[in-house]
């Protein structure tokens, strides 16, 4: 099975997130998309993201028993933080029979260079990139083999302004899944 591989700290999952998998999985080879939340990402501060399980429980949530995807906690049981040429690895030996894609945002694409062993995943992996809006491609890497560039119709929202609208009391209906919005009136989180 061709499998994406879409990486995130998905604090929350939102609107965006699944209508780029939803592409992807419409518009490629990709079989399905596995919605890979990373319990910490190097780049990102720890005391700023809900317990991953809550996250797990969200992109369940978001997903909704939708076969094309999967919510998966394979990073749960890794060394911290998630480094993705470490997560690939461990994918690839525990699902020898199937290729994996990791699926980035253009942002993603800039800072690639300073991923850890980025050589290796560009060596053993293609790459899917998304285009974002105010963010141009890592001319070292735009042109790569592995790396094929998609424009993809988005949303210019993010978990960021998402946590910010809570925080201020306001109304996230239609930026997160139904079901993710009752989650997280229902446990109060992000205020």
């Given at each position: 099975?061709?499998?994406?591989?879409?990486?995130?700290?998905?604090?929350?999952?939102?609107?965006?997130?699944?209508?780029i998998?939803?592409?992807?999985?419409?518009?490629?080879?990709?079989?399905?998309?596995?919605?890979?939340?990373?319990?910490?990402?190097?780049?990102?501060?720890?005391?700023?993201?809900?317990?991953?399980?809550?996250?797990?429980?969200?992109?369940?949530?978001?997903?909704?028993?939708?076969?094309?995807?999967?919510?998966?906690?394979?990073e749960?049981?890794?060394?911290?933080?998630?480094?993705?040429?470490?997560?690939?690895?461990?994918l690839?030996?525990?699902?020898?029979?199937?290729?994996?894609?990791?699926?980035?945002?253009?942002?993603?694409?800039?800072?690639?260079?300073?991923?850890?062993?980025?050589?290796?995943?560009?060596?053993?992996h293609?790459?899917?990139?998304?285009r974002?809006?105010?963010?141009?491609?890592?001319?070292?890497?735009?042109?790569?083999?592995?790396?094929?560039?998609?424009?993809?119709?988005?949303?210019?929202?993010?978990?960021?302004?998402?946590?910010?609208?809570?925080?201020?009391?306001?109304?996230?209906?239609?930026?997160?899944?139904?079901?993710?919005?009752?989650?997280?009136?229902?446990?109060?989180?992000?205020?």
């Amino acid at each position: 099975m061709h499998i994406g591989l879409f990486f995130g700290s998905f604090n929350q999952v939102h609107t965006g997130h699944l209508l780029i998998a939803n592409y992807f999985v419409q518009f490629t080879d990709i079989d399905k998309i596995w919605f890979i939340i990373s319990p910490q990402n190097p780049f990102k501060a720890s005391d700023a993201l809900l317990d991953e399980n809550i996250r797990l429980a969200m992109m369940q949530l978001a997903i909704n028993d939708d076969a094309r995807f999967k919510a998966s906690d394979f990073e749960f049981n890794l060394p911290r933080p998630s480094y993705t040429v470490n997560t690939l690895a461990e994918l690839c030996k525990a699902y020898p029979d199937d290729t994996f894609v990791p699926i980035i945002g253009g942002d993603n694409l800039q800072s690639f260079h300073l991923w850890k062993d980025y050589e290796t995943i560009l060596n053993q992996h293609q790459v899917f990139v998304y285009r974002r809006a105010g963010y141009h491609e890592n001319p070292l890497l735009a042109n790569h083999p592995k790396i094929k560039i998609f424009e993809v119709p988005l949303l210019n929202i993010s978990s960021t302004y998402i946590r910010e609208m809570l925080q201020a009391g306001k109304s996230v209906k239609y930026l997160v899944p139904e079901k993710v919005e009752e989650y997280i009136n229902q446990h109060k989180l992000y205020r």
